[in-house]
């Protein structure tokens, strides 16, 4: 460990950490990270998704450095910010619809409050429905709507009133049998039922989904499923809200991942790789909808801020210029390809999954009873960065695969070999239970 382990004086607060591997990084390059040693790193985890473009764009750094000799910044609130106004016209034409307003935050967690705030005064209702194991965000009301760790929920109540959770169409675990039209059947059933014994569909303001369960294990729910799901909150009244702050921006080889499903959400949340690096959050949607609220129900002083909307229309540009998505889908079935080879040499894979570049590798003790391998998980992220691949689990037992969409296929063949040697290691009982002193995981 060292001294590229800044943390072991312990400054940082214990809840904001969960560790995998002691290391601090000074520079990055596209997808390749560089520690304090310079020893350098394959970026399989993009900043948890939040750097789409990759690290040390100099492009963006430009841009960023031009307007913030300008003016870095001035409370959009009470004056017109030519960038937010810019941004919000060109996230607008992303989705291709018209009459859509944009509405900034600073995080992708307040994106998801402004979404709760939207829908609640936009229906006049109250209830939400989220999905049990999913990750929202950690104020109080996405973390009200998140169901994954108990320690988010512990010792802070109450939380938002309101909100009900029903379980997210995990194919591969499938609480209703393997038979996929009746496990799609039995999971909107779910719904069916709360609605005829104990949640009033008229009460219910929103449905939030994440297109893909991204901490969740990166799980992909049959089209089918969203489709009629969608076709639910219609016939109710209710508004469908899509969680984009990880998927979003090109990471599934589309602008949102929404998009694979053929639908029309009423509110699409964006954070994380919105800002090109920097912190923003945004909900599109209808002006019908965004007229529910009046000022100041979600202003945030730095929210749409000059030199962070600069970064965002600059990784824009650059993303429609080089024409990611495309280049996205062509990567993704590379590296899905490479993954499943492996699947062939090393039994503990269960299941190689995503769109794009999100890519969840489900690692099990066994594939009869498919069991979750989360010992598995942790020391094959622990090894892979130690030999040099950045690397993280989620949803216990899945690696999380979200490289910079700007990797290239050497970066991913080499990347392999490290996953491949970190398996192998792995069968052969080199990774020690002594990494657990260090490495936690979710
Ligand atoms: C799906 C999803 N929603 C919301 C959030 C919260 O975003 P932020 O960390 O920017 O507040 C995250 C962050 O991990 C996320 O993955």
Same mark, same amino acid.
């Given at each position: 460990?060292?001294?590229?382990?800044?943390?072991?004086?312990?400054?940082?607060?214990?809840? %904001?950490?969960?560790?995998? !591997?002691?290391?601090?990084?000074?520079?990055?390059?596209?997808?390749?990270?560089?520690?304090?040693?310079?020893?350098?790193?394959?970026?399989?985890?993009?900043?948890?998704?939040?750097?789409?473009?990759?690290?040390?764009?100099?492009?963006?750094?430009?841009?960023?450095?031009? %307007?913030?000799?300008?003016?870095?910044?001035?409370?959009?609130?009470?004056?017109?910010?030519?960038?937010?106004?810019?941004?919000?016209?060109?996230?607008?034409? /992303?989705?291709?619809?018209?009459?859509?307003?944009?509405?900034?935050?600073?995080?992708?967690?307040?994106?998801?409050?402004?979404?709760?705030?939207?829908?609640?005064?936009?229906?006049?209702?109250?209830?939400?429905?989220?999905?049990?194991?999913?990750? @929202?965000?950690?104020?109080?009301?996405?973390?009200?709507?998140?169901?994954?760790?108990?320690?988010?929920?512990?010792?802070?109540?109450?939380? /938002?009133?309101?909100?009900? @959770?029903?379980? !997210?169409?995990?194919?591969?675990?499938?609480?209703?049998?393997?038979?996929?039209?009746?496990?799609?059947?039995?999971?909107?059933?779910?719904?069916?039922?709360?609605?005829? @014994? !104990?949640?009033?569909?008229?009460?219910?303001?929103?449905?939030?989904?994440?297109?893909?369960?991204?901490?969740?294990?990166?799980?992909?729910?049959?089209?089918?499923?969203?489709?009629?799901?969608?076709?639910?909150?219609?016939?109710? &009244?209710?508004?469908?809200?899509?969680?984009?702050?990880?998927?979003?921006?090109?990471?599934?080889?589309?602008?949102?991942?929404?998009? @694979? =499903?053929?639908?029309?959400?009423?509110?699409?949340?964006?954070?994380?790789?919105?800002?090109?690096?920097?912190? /923003?959050?945004?909900?599109?949607?209808?002006?019908?909808?965004?007229?529910?609220?009046?000022?100041?129900?979600?202003? =945030?002083?730095?929210? &749409?801020?000059?030199?962070?909307?600069?970064?965002?229309?600059?990784?824009?540009?650059?993303?429609?210029?080089?024409?990611?998505?495309?280049?996205?889908?062509?990567?993704?079935?590379?590296?899905?390809?490479?993954?499943? %080879?492996?699947?062939?040499?090393?039994?503990?894979?269960?299941?190689?999954?995503?769109? &794009?570049?999100?890519?969840?590798?489900?690692?099990?003790?066994?594939?009869?009873?498919?069991?979750?391998?989360?010992?598995?998980?942790?020391?094959?992220?622990?090894?892979?960065?130690?030999?040099?691949?950045?690397?993280?689990?989620?949803?216990?037992?899945?690696?999380?695969? %979200?490289?910079?969409?700007?990797?290239?296929?050497?970066?991913?063949?080499?990347?392999?070999?490290?996953?491949?040697?970190?398996?192998?290691?792995?069968?052969?009982?080199?990774?020690?239970?002594?990494? =657990?002193?260090?490495?936690?995981?979710?």
């Amino acid at each position: 460990m060292g001294n590229n382990n800044y943390d072991e004086k312990g400054y940082v607060a214990k809840h %904001q950490r969960i560790p995998y !591997y002691p290391v601090a990084f000074e520079k990055g390059d596209g997808a390749l990270l560089y520690d304090y040693q310079g020893k350098e790193y394959i970026d399989f985890l993009a900043s948890a998704s939040s750097a789409n473009l990759g690290h040390g764009n100099k492009e963006v750094a430009d841009a960023v450095y031009e %307007q913030m000799q300008n003016i870095t910044q001035y409370a959009c609130v009470y004056f017109q910010m030519k960038e937010a106004m810019d941004l919000a016209e060109k996230l607008v034409t /992303l989705t291709g619809r018209h009459n859509m307003q944009v509405s900034y935050s600073t995080t992708g967690s307040e994106a998801i409050d402004n979404a709760i705030k939207l829908a609640r005064a936009y229906t006049g209702r109250s209830k939400i429905i989220s999905f049990a194991e999913a990750y @929202h965000g950690s104020t109080y009301g996405s973390l009200s709507i998140s169901a994954i760790s108990l320690n988010m929920r512990r010792k802070i109540g109450p939380l /938002l009133p309101d909100i009900y @959770h029903i379980n !997210y169409p995990d194919m591969l675990r499938s609480k209703y049998g393997k038979d996929e039209d009746k496990a799609i059947e039995a999971y909107l059933d779910e719904l069916r039922y709360a609605f005829e @014994h !104990y949640l009033p569909s008229e009460e219910v303001a929103a449905i939030f989904m994440e297109p893909i369960a991204g901490d969740m294990g990166l799980v992909v729910p049959p089209k089918r499923y969203v489709q009629e799901l969608y076709k639910i909150c219609k016939e109710h &009244g209710i508004l469908f809200v899509v969680d984009e702050i990880q998927q979003g921006f090109c990471r599934t080889g589309k602008w949102f991942s929404y998009e @694979h =499903f053929d639908i029309e959400p009423d509110l699409i949340v964006c954070g994380k790789s919105i800002g090109g690096g920097l912190p /923003l959050g945004a909900v599109i949607g209808s002006k019908e909808i965004m007229d529910a609220l009046d000022a100041p129900a979600h202003v =945030f002083t730095m929210s &749409g801020n000059s030199t962070v909307c600069r970064a965002s229309l600059k990784m824009i540009e650059i993303l429609e210029r080089e024409n990611m998505n495309q280049k996205v889908v062509e990567k993704g079935e590379y590296l899905k390809n490479k993954l499943r %080879q492996l699947m062939n040499k090393y039994e503990i894979i269960g299941e190689v999954r995503g769109l &794009g570049l999100s890519i969840g590798v489900d690692l099990v003790t066994d594939r009869q009873t498919m069991k979750k391998n989360s010992d598995a998980a942790v020391k094959i992220s622990y090894r892979s960065i130690e030999n040099g691949l950045l690397l993280i689990s989620v949803g216990q037992n899945s690696l999380r695969i %979200q490289p910079p969409l700007v990797i290239t296929y050497e970066q991913m063949d080499k990347a392999i070999d490290i996953l491949d040697g970190a398996f192998e290691d792995y069968r052969n009982g080199k990774i020690g239970d002594e990494i =657990f002193e260090f490495a936690k995981g979710w």
